[in-house]
């Protein structure tokens, strides 16, 4: 899967707790189908212990039917952090009333403030609508009913399933050019854009993925069949025509991709001002590859072995015209290897020509 961000990675944290197929998730369900409420805090340290008052010292191994039995109380339940015991039971919480709230309901303005104050993910399930929701640290979700959740994730595969045939058909191309010694600017920073898009669209997808819990496994498997792969190969195009500083290193170049908004991510000359090029190119300026992203099509051939090649070489080209005997000269490329690389290098510009002239 890809990566999330550090953001959205601690709301995915907190809706595991409460995915299908999760022992809380049972406890949950009990409370909604005995038509009770509940306010749930999952952390018994000691700074969620310095805002509850009153209640019971509790401390017994979580099961959903004691959780749905201490529903039945008006106070707040504290979890352990891993949800794995019940600490306290019928807690009345007292977060610093001010901090601001959107909320209405008593129990869910105390939710909001807990989850503001303190970094712990604090579910309410209301009595009255039946709508489960959680909280932490300014976030807010409210859980869906499984089967909406899964046409979501359904329209969404669809979608990136689309977005990924555009990458390879760029992506593709893009081989082709190099091959050709022909690539642009442009170029470049469509294979770029496209692949972001395709890595935004999944990161979205993975969301649903955490959200169903055991029912996800199927959109999970799909996901990760549409999306292997992108991840390294954005990496590795961003690899082989990125110029490098001493203040603009490889990292802080897919990092900043990812931080584009979408407006920003539209516009082409953005996207290629981040391979901090030199000032007087444009979009349709001829640029050459380094080779790293083609060399990582030849089966069994490690990337620190590339990364000699390209050392001695410094560009594609000059890679492709290579003789045997000049590979062979480069460290950690003996015959065979050198061998394996003139041969690979030439049924990739093969089958890349083939298929941007088909």
């Not at 909604?32 to 000691?46: E, R, S, T, W, Y």
């Not at 395709?198 to 549409?226: C, F, K, N, P, S």
Request: glycine share 8%.
């Amino acid at each position: 899967m890809l990566a999330p961000t550090a953001r959205s990675e601690a709301l995915y944290a907190a809706l595991r707790l409460v995915a299908p197929g999760t022992p809380l998730r049972e406890g949950i369900d009990r409370i909604l189908q005995a038509k009770m409420g509940a306010l749930i805090v999952v952390g018994d340290g000691p700074e969620v212990l310095n805002i509850c008052s009153g209640g019971f010292l509790f401390d017994a191994e979580f099961t959903p039917q004691r959780l749905s039995e201490l529903a039945k109380m008006d106070g707040a339940i504290i979890l352990a952090s891993d949800g794995s015991r019940v600490a306290r039971a019928n807690v009345h919480l007292v977060p610093d009333p001010d901090i601001p709230t959107t909320e209405t309901g008593t129990r869910h303005r105390t939710a909001e403030r807990v989850a503001r104050q303190i970094a712990v993910p604090v579910i309410t399930v209301s009595e009255e609508m039946g709508v489960v929701s959680i909280h932490y640290r300014g976030f807010k979700k409210t859980l869906e009913p499984i089967p909406r959740v899964l046409d979501r994730a359904d329209q969404a595969l669809q979608i990136l399933g689309r977005y990924k045939a555009r990458l390879d058909g760029v992506s593709g191309a893009l081989s082709a050019l190099e091959v050709e010694d022909l690539v642009t600017v442009r170029d470049v920073a469509t294979v770029l854009q496209r692949a972001e898009m395709v890595r935004r669209i999944a990161h979205e997808i993975e969301g649903y993925v955490v959200e169903l819990g055991t029912d996800g496994r199927l959109v999970e498997l799909q996901l990760e069949e549409l999306t292997g792969g992108v991840e390294e190969d954005r990496r590795l195009v961003c690899k082989d025509y990125f110029v490098e500083s001493s203040d603009w290193v490889l990292e802080q170049v897919t990092n900043r991709l990812a931080e584009l908004d979408d407006d920003e991510l539209l516009d082409l000359r953005q996207v290629a001002g981040l391979l901090h090029l030199p000032a007087e190119m444009d979009l349709d300026s001829p640029l050459q590859p380094r080779g790293y992203r083609l060399l990582s099509k030849i089966p069994r051939l490690p990337e620190a072995i590339a990364e000699k090649v390209v050392e001695r070489f410094g560009q594609l080209p000059k890679i492709m015209r290579a003789s045997i005997s000049d590979l062979v000269e480069v460290e950690g490329v003996g015959e065979a290897r050198a061998r394996a690389i003139k041969d690979g290098l030439a049924r990739v510009a093969e089958t890349s020509i083939l298929d941007r002239y088909a």
